[in-house]
């Protein structure tokens, strides 16, 4: 709570330092004094920073208002322009998040299996792909080239769902190669402790050692930035968005930004403030739900 | 659907028939859109299916029609008392007619003032209707509606950024001003909207009181404060008025029936239009995308768009292909007036870049030597410098004055003929040889005061843009015509963010470039930038041009708030301006007058003209661009009336071929108009 508050308190601070041309639409410089002074008032920006503040904090804490747009769509409730948005972002990301965990986990897995094989070298070629080129020339590949070899369309069509499907690869691919690479490591940080040894000459197959203890061991450092990455997903990506074309948030914050659009700015920081904080406890609480030696509560006793 | 079209090309046969007897003009005759132009689209060209289909890749930002200053959305949703034809003049619309007069009124001083009266005649039986198309109750578009419309727009609480406009109506300003002060509790009695000089005389008549006669003043109707406000329906909603397509009311030729924020908006065409005769597009379908401007060429050539824009880079391949070069012409040259500024308020930190020291000493000195002016006003190469925006046909684009050609005429002259302007307009303006005379001249000048060469001039350019390249070849061809060693252009990179406020009105360059639109049908729209209250080059701050005096000084104008907080007085430029801006019945004396203040703005050569760059380039549309309504200012071109659907895009040599015919067809319409002594 206090680091919202301190984060939204900043930004609405560094927001009001911005040269204020950008209120007067592109009357700029035919607009008289007498008019400009008047927005600018209006806007309420020659009272103190206080009262500005204050005024903020009111009406958000007392009447949960985010206030208006005031450039990207003058009048419209900030609430009202980020929600529908937020909802393709979060649909798109959402699907693409378990695509990465199926195949990128299963991949970790077999990977670190059969370490040193043939299937190995070729995840590992994968991972080094992905990580080594830049995203840009893999996407737009996959848009011009994929979607003429596989007869797809190009672009993203609302009622059309065969095209939500290379905005969804293109989503993966980075996550399917960096779960997959976390979870072959910490699998085989995990087989070469002694209790795994152990479980082995007790007699257990080693698929059994690999699901019920390797596995599981080896989740519980990845369980903790799940709920903050499906969370944030609803931010949408800048890049693959606007390629296909997608109605999402991808970009909405630096447009804000850009056009000075202050209440929609304000809005979306306290959004993403919350997403972190919020994704950071149920993080933990995951974290809690796969190890059990974790705990929240404080245990006396035992060292 | 096939009925209507038999319908359509019976029309536009018989049309043809009459047309073709008292033709003057070239062409076949065929005319459906375009009010009889030659160069209207011909009936065997005609789409079987006339709907326009867009893209856009920025959502709507202002629905609300009383609130914009530029949005151009609901151009084809609202009618205004006023609209233009395919030629650029002014005819009736909203009003069916109108006369204006001269009246005494009292003014706050409580001196006598000559003011004028337009009332304009409505049109009647015209009804208000929902998205949908059903109609809002019982309520007709009345005069009461224009009267809505300047209450709101005068009301400090709505922040309207309009609301200058206005303040040249009788008691509007001061309206304003008693409002703000109301609200902030400095008086206790609301003031009478009555004061105003906005009222309706009776249900159909619109009576507008101005402060002086202005004779430009049919063409400020076409701006959003000239537009009717159902006030029933306002009250209504409240807050929620003009937010989305369902909370607008329509009395135009299309409806917007659907939006979906992001996705698309489909407009239809308004069967209870006044003027559906004249309204051949049937629906317009405008699609969301992020890359439109990308994606724009191959959806045209998929045949998913109606007008692509060609980019620069790729008009090459477009001239290359046979089967794609018939499908692009240029641009028709847009409005907005370029030009090089020499800036006479440096700002920018005397900091040192690749060497060279920036110093707003030796700018000032340099920017004051008028030879030093002239040396970069002959010198510039105007052609290579629009070439960066279109290689082709630069010649095109080219001005020698700040009013582009096709703005306004007088005695059957465009302004830019004017013998007041032949020095600068009868030659190119870049004589190398005449340049380094100047040079010569001003190296001697400058010598003499301690000036150091060579003077380094700090020009800013925006780097994602065509600027990056212009300011390259600007600032090399000049260096390289006129020695590195007189001057030495520093470059540096803004972005487009904020970028005018950062750079040319905060004065923080030493030669730059800049633009202009106009506001109005009138010369002296072109006088604004660089007259005291404006942020373009600061000239009233060179030695000797004006006198400086405080806020106290009841003649004192401030520079320009925010960036120059400084008054003056004298500065001969704006007296110019006032002298001809007070001619306001003879319009030849009016423009010449005009063109007298254009020509000693060049002659002090504190702005170079360079082009029309904004209209540069190659397009691809299905839409015929001599049919639109025509006008340098406010949305008539953004307004479908008249146009249809062509069954191929206009190529370049039809283009080509048109051009001359409707600039002969506009010349002829206005001396006509001018001979008659109508307001056009």
């Given at each position: 709570m206090i680091t919202m508050f301190l984060v939204l308190s900043i930004v609405f601070m560094l927001m009001r330092l911005l040269p204020t041309d950008t209120y007067f639409g592109g009357r700029s410089d035919s607009m008289s004094d007498t008019v400009k002074e008047n927005i600018l008032k209006q806007l309420g920006l020659f009272d103190p920073w206080y009262v500005q503040l204050g005024n903020f904090w009111k009406k958000l804490l007392l009447h949960g208002d985010l206030g208006e747009s005031i450039v990207i769509q003058q009048g419209a409730k900030c609430v009202d322009l980020i929600i529908p948005k937020a909802k393709w972002s979060f649909q798109f990301g959402a699907i693409a998040m378990i695509f990465q965990m199926l195949i990128g986990y299963s991949m970790g897995v077999m990977m670190a299996r059969w370490k040193g094989r043939f299937f190995d070298s070729l995840g590992n070629l994968y991972i080094l792909l992905i990580n080594a080129l830049p995203a840009a020339v893999y996407f737009l590949f996959i848009q011009i080239y994929v979607s003429k070899a596989l007869g797809l369309p190009m672009l993203f069509e609302r009622y059309n769902p065969v095209s939500r499907i290379l905005p969804i690869l293109c989503l993966s691919l980075g996550g399917i190669a960096s779960n997959a690479m976390w979870m072959r490591r910490y699998m085989v940080d995990q087989m070469n402790l002694d209790y795994i040894r152990l479980a082995r000459a007790k007699g257990m197959t080693s698929s059994q050692v690999a699901f019920r203890h390797v596995m599981r061991n080896a989740f519980i450092p990845m369980a903790q930035s799940l709920p903050t990455t499906l969370l944030f997903t609803i931010s949408g990506s800048l890049y693959v968005e606007s390629l296909f074309s997608i109605p999402g948030m991808g970009g909405l914050l630096i447009t804000s930004i850009q056009r000075q659009d202050n209440t929609m700015v304000q809005a979306m920081v306290l959004l993403y403030s919350a997403i972190s904080v919020i994704g950071l406890l149920l993080g933990d609480i995951m974290m809690m739900i796969c190890d059990p030696r974790i705990s929240l509560t404080k245990k006396g006793g035992s060292r | 659907m096939k009925k209507w079209i038999a319908l359509l090309l019976a029309f536009a046969m018989m049309s043809a028939v009459f047309a073709g007897c008292g033709k003057t003009g070239g062409g076949t005759g065929n005319v459906i859109g375009g009010q009889g132009s030659a160069a209207a689209t011909s009936a065997e060209n005609i789409n079987e299916k006339q709907v326009v289909k867009l893209l856009y890749h920025s959502e709507i930002s202002d629905w609300n029609p009383l609130h914009?200053?530029?949005?151009?959305?609901?151009a084809n949703w609202i009618d205004s008392l006023v609209e233009y034809d395919n030629f650029g003049l002014c005819q009736p619309c909203l009003a069916e007619s109108w006369t204006k007069e001269s009246f005494v009124y009292i003014d706050e001083k409580g001196d006598e003032k000559e003011g004028q009266r337009w009332i304009f005649k409505l049109r009647e039986g015209i009804r208000w209707q929902n998205y949908d198309g059903s109609f809002y109750g019982e309520e007709e578009v009345i005069a009461e509606d224009w009267v809505t419309t300047a209450k709101w727009i005068l009301n400090p609480a709505n922040g309207a950024r309009t609301a200058d406009l206005l303040f040249d109506f009788i008691g509007a300003e001061k309206y304003f001003k008693d409002m703000q002060q109301f609200e902030d509790g400095v008086i206790d009695t609301e003031p009478d909207?009555?004061?105003?000089?906005?009222?309706?005389?009776?249900?159909?008549e619109l009576s507008m009181e101005l402060t002086k006669a202005c004779p430009y003043f049919l063409s400020r109707l076409t701006y959003n404060w000239g537009y009717p406000t159902c006030a029933k329906f306002l009250e209504e909603q409240g807050d929620r008025f003009g937010t989305n397509n369902k909370t607008i009311l329509y009395c135009g030729a299309f409806l917007c029936k659907e939006w979906e924020q992001n996705s698309y908006y489909i407009e239809e065409r308004n069967p209870e239009y006044w003027d559906i005769e004249d309204i051949h597009v049937e629906r317009i379908e405008n699609l969301y995308n992020a890359e439109a401007n990308t994606l724009a060429p191959q959806a045209l050539l998929r045949g998913d768009v109606t007008y692509a824009d060609i980019p620069t880079t790729q008009i090459d391949e477009w001239l290359r292909d046979p089967e794609k070069a018939k499908l692009i012409r240029p641009n028709r040259p847009g409005s907005y007036s370029y030009f090089y500024l020499i800036n006479c308020m440096p700002t920018y930190d005397e900091k040192k870049i690749d060497g060279y020291q920036l110093s707003h000493a030796q700018w000032i000195a340099a920017a004051n030597n008028l030879n030093f002016r002239k040396s970069l006003f002959w010198g510039l190469d105007r052609i290579r410098a629009i070439s960066c925006y279109d290689p082709y046909t630069p010649e095109t684009y080219e001005l020698r004055t700040i009013t582009p050609e096709n703005f306004c005429a007088a005695d059957g002259k465009d302004f830019t003929d004017f013998d007041e302007l032949k020095e600068f307009t009868e030659q190119s303006q870049y004589q190398v040889e005449k340049a380094c005379e100047y040079r010569d001249k001003a190296i001697e000048e400058l010598t003499a005061q301690g000036v150091t060469f060579p003077i380094v001039a700090y020009m800013p350019y925006m780097t994602d843009s065509s600027q990056v390249e212009l300011a390259q070849v600007v600032s090399q061809q000049i260096e390289n015509d006129l020695g590195s060693d007189y001057i030495k252009f520093v470059l540096e990179g803004y972005p487009s963010t904020d970028y005018l406020a950062i750079t040319r009105r905060a004065g923080n360059y030493s030669f730059m470039m800049s633009y202009w639109g106009p506001?109005?049908?009138?010369?002296?729209?072109?006088t604004d930038p660089f007259n005291l209250g404006q942020a373009y080059n600061y000239w009233w701050h060179l030695d000797g041009m004006a006198t400086q005096t405080d806020e106290?000084?009841?003649?004192g104008r401030k520079g320009r708030r925010e960036y120059d907080e400084t008054y003056w007085k004298n500065f001969p430029y704006s007296d110019m301006v006032r002298e001809a801006s007070a001619e306001v019945n003879d319009l030849s004396k009016r423009y010449h007058a005009f063109a007298k203040v254009e020509a000693y703005l060049l002659d002090n050569a504190v702005v170079m003209p360079l082009g029309t760059l904004g209209g540069c380039g190659y397009l691809s549309s299905?839409?015929?661009?001599?049919e639109s309504q025509f006008a340098p200012f406010g949305m008539s071109e953004d307004r479908y009336k008249y146009q249809v659907v062509m069954k191929t895009p206009m190529d370049t040599e039809t283009y080509l071929e048109k051009l001359p015919i409707w600039e002969a067809e506009r010349a002829d319409r206005i001396a006509k108009a001018q001979a008659e002594g109508r307001d056009y």
């Open positions: - | 914009p200053s530029s949005a151009s959305t609901w909207f009555a004061t105003v000089g906005m009222k309706a005389v009776s249900k159909y506001d109005y049908a009138d010369p002296e729209t072109w106290n000084d009841p003649d299905y839409m015929n661009p001599f």
